[in-house]
């Protein structure tokens, strides 16, 4: 239910945007879309699964697959909702690349919340870890402070932030082939070349970008199947 209705709200809130850019700043709005769709609607699904596993915490040795078909339920309410809504391009190309890093956002949200709680003795204690790597995968994102931006002492913990890398994908699927001229600080720059030069958006990084985006839930679900299994914090 939150995911149909966030999926509308952004509908209607960015109504036939997807293409109608011709300035940095409806690109800005466009971003900022995805900006919000990757954080929050991961922050939700992190939070919410935290107190379920905490709660069942001994029968959640099938927790991990069975996670899936919801998560892919989810990931397809957002595309078939918001996709057509919002106005982007029709390829079937450029959709897929949406749902695609639409599920791999939602599953390595949720098995970040599963991982915290099998690390921790209550969901209480997991719920505030959970809120350092909010601010990370916030700050880090690429959006408040774009890539080329950040200090080079900085950029590993960029590289490190799976956010990043989501909207990395969701944009440059979209735009990093489109070379439309647009209107940039006063300058005529064609899109694809904005987004190199002011996110640090490269099309030609897609297949580097779609292994790392699966790679973060492989790995958070693995670790929370053998966390669960060996730590053991019940008491008689």
């Known amino acids: ?38 954080v929050f609607l991961g922050i939700n699904n992190c939070s919410s699964v935290i107190p379920n596993v905490a709660r069942e915490r001994t029968v959640m040795y099938r927790e991990v697959t069975v996670e899936i078909p919801y998560l892919l339920i989810q990931a397809l309410a957002y595309v078939i ?31 970040l919340g599963m991982l915290l709680v099998s690390l921790t003795p209550n969901f209480m204690i997991a719920s505030i870890l959970s809120t350092v790597f909010y601010t990370l995968f916030n700050l880090f994102s ?6 080329p931006k950040i200090p080079n002492w900085w950029i590993w913990l960029y590289y490190m932030t799976p956010t990043s890398w989501a909207l990395n994908g969701m944009i440059t699927s979209q735009y990093g082939d489109i070379d439309k001229e647009i209107i940039v600080f006063g300058e005529t720059k064609s899109l694809s070349s904005f987004l190199e030069d002011y996110f640090g958006f490269h099309h030609d990084r897609l297949p580097i970008t779609a292994v790392v985006l699966i790679f973060y839930p492989l790995v958070l679900a693995f670790l929370f199947a053998y966390c669960i299994g060996k730590l053991n914090f019940l008491r008689r």
């Open 1 to 38: 239910m939150h995911m149909t209705t966030s999926s509308l709200l952004f509908g209607v809130l960015f109504w036939e945007q997807g293409q109608k850019i011709d300035n940095q700043q409806n690109l800005f709005n466009i971003v900022g879309s995805l900006y919000m769709v990757v």
């Open 81 to 111: 909702i918001s996709y057509p809504m919002i106005g982007y391009y029709g390829s079937a190309y450029k959709v897929f690349w949406n749902f695609y890093v639409m599920f791999c956002t939602m599953m390595f949200y949720n098995y």
């Open 142 to 147: 690429g959006f408040l402070i774009t890539g």
